[in-house]
Structure formats: structure tokens, C-alpha cells
């Protein structure tokens, strides 16, 4: 889809590979000491002082780059900044590094992938005015699991290119395209579901958000692997969101091609599953729908049937996303899966609660949520858990249909949002939901601005030790 790197950018080891050093402002002076009298007279005279992402680079007495030394800043620094070393890359000389650290292996992991990320860039729609220029590109670190980082930096880049495409290249036709070439790339069987045929397959909900859309609303269901414990992941493909006949107002309709980033995280997240060739029975399923404006769309006052039985009243067409989610969830869960996943750019609530950067999650099940806080804090991919508050089940229940898709009085938007889809879970024994924002409002180290994933690290940590892989 763009010139990103879809595979790690490691090289051999080679002897004109230039030391890499990262320095924590800490130990500085050891460090420098350490060093030649040229080069410490170079880093002196230059200021180099450990900041973070600052960098030396420091030439021999030809001339030629020799070494280079990137900052890491402080205690405090490090803990506010992620993907230091990702940050540097863009601004170091083209070429082949030898990485020099004393780093533990997480710490090691998160900055071999933050370089591997901070390659990335969205130019599919920018006339390149010359060749590519060539990228700094790093000796394989020894001790690392090289093919797990080749997989998350590849599933987090197509989770990045599928939110960073606008609509009008990304509608629920594009969309089932990507996710076909996924799971051909991994040999995995898909199916789709079109149209008025949702009718047919009792998805009413699904056909209900998209059918005012000259663009086809669609289920699409992947499967992959033939043993071990059954998850499923589920994510929210609303293409473009108008709001429907609760029209938005224009800025904010400004990011909704992001809408469908919970499918772009699905998506994302079943590559590195499957490209680490885990245990596991996979099955996404992702409801790809357009909410869209025309004589035929959802009505407020509307009640509308599930694929479960439970009816809904349409308070707020700008609720779509719910709706689509519950069907989709309601046919994950008559398989009774070990385990189920749900990734949605949900509630701006959430975004009032935790902001651009946290991923709320909801769950019921303890263990879960206690793997999944671990893994946020190893994997620094910042999640939090809110929780299911029982007292607010009664502001879904409007009395005129079983369920409200859209509760008044505009408190507790997430919570809400995720009583409502937990109301579409009865028989999995493990269920999760995400409500995520999936852009990077400012650029930051290895996370320029746009589409981003989130929590899918945490998820890839955590889920071997609930689902004892």
C-alpha cells in the first residue's frame, strides 16, 4: 500500500558498520571516559550531553563517520518518552550501525523496534520528486527474538497504512481487499458476506449501519490454524463515518477515516499472531460498513433487531459503531471461544477519561486484566482497564426495546458503550474490549502523526500466558 518497510530493516554484520552507542545520561561520564582522547575532545567541543534523542556523530581525522552515540536522557525522560532510538534514525547518516548498549532485554526489544518503526512513513499519495534516499539500517542485535520484532513492526505498518488511507481509497471494498491479501498471505481461509445477503444471515444490525451507502456494507470472517485454544478478534470497520442522519459537524468528521482503526488494530494484530505461527484456532471477524446519508439510513426513534434477539432503539445514529460490533460479536461468541478480543475507535469519552495515548479496555475476567496491566508495563504500550459498572446497566435500557444504543445525559460514554457490546457475550469465557483511538495526534519518536496501533502489543504479551500457549 506505500513504500513503507513491511520487514525489519536489519543487515549482516560487516566491518564497515559504524558503533552505535546509546548513552544514558546517568552514566555519561563512565561512558565518555571510556572513549579515545579524540573522541572525547569531539564530544566535548560538540555538547553532547546524553539528552534525550540528542546525537553525536563523530568523524575520524578524514572526515569519515566513526561513531555515533544517541542520548537516552534521564530516569525521568526515559519514563515520559518512548522509542528513543526509533526518534534518532531519521537523523542519522545512511548506512550499517553496530548497536553498543547496556540495556536489559526489554528495554533492548523496545528500542530494536522502535528503530524498525521509525522507518516508517505515508507517501502513497505524494509525487516522489526523486529516488527514495537510502535509510540507516541496524546489525541485528544478538539476543533478541529478531522474528518476533520483524512481525509487530510488520503488523503494526499495515494497522498504520489501512487508518492512513482516506476513505475515498478505503471503503469497505478496500477494505475486504486487505484483509483477503492478509489472510492469503498466510494461507488462511476468509469469507464475505455482502449486502442485503447480511439480511439472509440474520446480521441485521451490520446491514442496518451501511445499507444507506451506494458502498456495500460487509462481514468478513477469517480463519487460521487447525488446534489449540480458539480466539477470535473482532474489530469495528466503520470505513467513514458521517454520523448518519445525526449528521456531524464538519471538524468533526475531519479524522473519521480512522473509524475503522479497531479493524486496522484486528488486522494488525492477527499478522503477528499468525507470522509467529502460535498454537492457536484464530478467527477475525470484521463488520466493514460505511455510515453513510441517504432516504433509506437509520432513523432516530428507529428500533432496530439483532442477530441475538435483543431489540434496539436508535437514539443517536452517531452510535453506529456498537451496533455493527454487536452483531459481529453475537456470531463470535455461538462458537464459544476460549477467548474473545474486540478493538473499536469507540467513545470520545474514552479520550476525555485517558486521552490520545491510553487505550481503555473493559473485562470481567481478572486473570485477563491482570496479564493484560503486566504486559502495558514490559511492552510500554499504554493501556488502562475502566470498569463495567453495574449501577449504569439502567441507562441502556430505554423500556421502549430491550437495549439504547445511545444513553442520555452524556456521562460514562465508555462504560455504556462496553455494558452494551457485553450485553452481545454470554457463553466465551474471556472477553476484552478496547476502546481505542488509533491516531498519533502530535509525531513522537517512531510514531509520526496519523494512523497508529494501540494496545496490540500488550494483547501479543498477554495473551499466551491467559490462553496457556
Not at 560538540?46 to 568523524?59: D, E, N, R
Not at 544517541?70 to 532510538?85: E, S, W, Y
Not at 520528486?129 to 539500517?137: F, I, M, S, T, Y
Not at 478467527?283 to 441475538?308: F, H, Q, T
Request: glycine share 10%; net charge negative.
Amino acid at each position: 500500500m506505500t513504500d513503507s518497510p513491511m520487514t525489519a530493516p536489519f543487515v549482516d554484520e560487516t566491518s564497515s558498520a559504524v558503533d552505535l552507542h546509546l548513552v544514558d545520561a546517568e552514566s555519561l561520564q563512565d561512558w565518555t571516559d571510556m572513549q579515545p582522547k579524540r573522541v572525547r575532545a569531539w564530544l566535548d567541543s560538540t555538547g553532547f550531553a546524553a539528552k534525550s534523542g540528542q546525537i553525536a556523530l563523530v568523524p575520524d581525522s578524514d572526515g569519515v563517520l566513526t561513531l555515533a552515540a544517541v542520548g537516552r536522557g534521564t530516569d525521568k525522560d526515559r519514563a515520559r518518552t518512548r522509542f528513543c532510538l526509533g526518534g534518532a534514525r531519521g537523523k542519522l547518516p545512511a548506512g550499517s550501525y553496530r548497536l553498543h548498549h547496556k540495556l536489559d532485554e526489554a528495554a533492548l526489544a523496545e528500542e530494536t523496534l522502535g528503530w524498525c518503526l521509525g522507518g516508517y512513513s505515508f507517501r502513497r499519495f505524494r509525487q516522489p520528486e526523486a529516488p527514495a534516499a537510502p535509510r540507516a539500517e541496524l546489525i541485528a542485535p544478538k539476543g533478541l527474538d529478531i522474528a518476533r520484532i520483524a512481525a509487530i513492526s510488520a503488523g503494526e505498518t499495515l494497522t498504520r497504512d489501512l487508518i492512513n488511507t482516506p476513505a475515498s481509497h478505503m471503503g469497505p471494498e478496500e477494505l475486504e481487499a486487505a484483509f483477503l491479501s492478509l489472510a492469503n498471505d498466510h494461507k488462511a481461509t476468509a469469507s464475505v458476506i455482502y449486502g442485503d445477503d447480511l439480511l439472509y444471515h440474520n446480521l441485521p444490525l451490520i446491514h442496518a449501519v451501511g445499507r444507506a451507502s451506494e458502498r456495500s456494507p460487509r462481514l468478513l470472517d477469517m480463519r487460521w490454524g487447525n488446534s489449540g485454544p480458539r480466539l477470535t478478534l473482532v474489530g469495528k470497520g466503520v470505513c467513514f463515518d458521517t454520523g448518519g442522519l445525526n449528521l456531524k459537524p464538519g471538524a468533526s468528521m475531519g479524522l473519521m477515516k480512522k473509524d475503522m482503526g479497531g479493524a486496522a488494530a484486528v488486522m494488525g494484530l492477527a499478522h503477528m499472531i499468525m507470522a509467529q505461527g502460535w498454537p492457536v484456532q484464530l478467527r477475525v471477524l470484521v463488520p466493514a460498513v460505511e455510515n453513510s446519508v441517504s432516504g433509506n439510513a437509520m432513523r432516530p426513534g428507529d428500533i432496530l433487531m439483532s442477530r441475538k434477539g435483543l431489540s434496539v432503539e436508535i437514539n443517536n445514529t452517531d452510535a453506529e459503531g456498537r451496533l455493527v460490533l454487536a452483531d459481529a460479536l453475537t456470531l463470535a461468541d455461538e462458537e464459544s471461544p476460549d477467548a474473545i478480543i474486540c478493538m473499536a475507535t469507540l467513545t470520545g469519552a474514552a479520550r476525555v477519561a485517558v486521552g490520545a495515548d491510553i487505550a481503555p479496555f473493559f473485562t470481567q475476567d481478572a486473570a485477563l486484566a491482570s496479564a493484560l496491566m503486566a504486559a502495558s508495563a514490559t511492552e510500554r504500550d499504554p493501556i488502562w482497564q475502566l470498569p463495567l459498572h453495574a449501577p449504569y446497566e439502567t441507562q441502556i435500557e430505554p423500556g421502549i426495546a430491550d437495549l439504547d444504543n445511545a444513553p442520555s445525559g452524556g456521562m460514562a460514554g465508555a462504560i455504556t458503550a462496553a455494558l452494551f457490546l457485553h450485553r452481545f457475550v454470554d457463553t466465551c469465557p474471556r472477553f476484552a474490549h478496547f476502546d481505542i483511538y488509533g491516531h498519533q495526534p502530535q509525531a513522537a519518536p517512531a510514531r509520526p502523526k496519523g494512523g497508529v496501533g494501540q494496545a496490540t502489543r500488550a494483547l501479543l504479551k498477554a495473551l499466551p500466558e491467559v490462553l496457556t500457549l
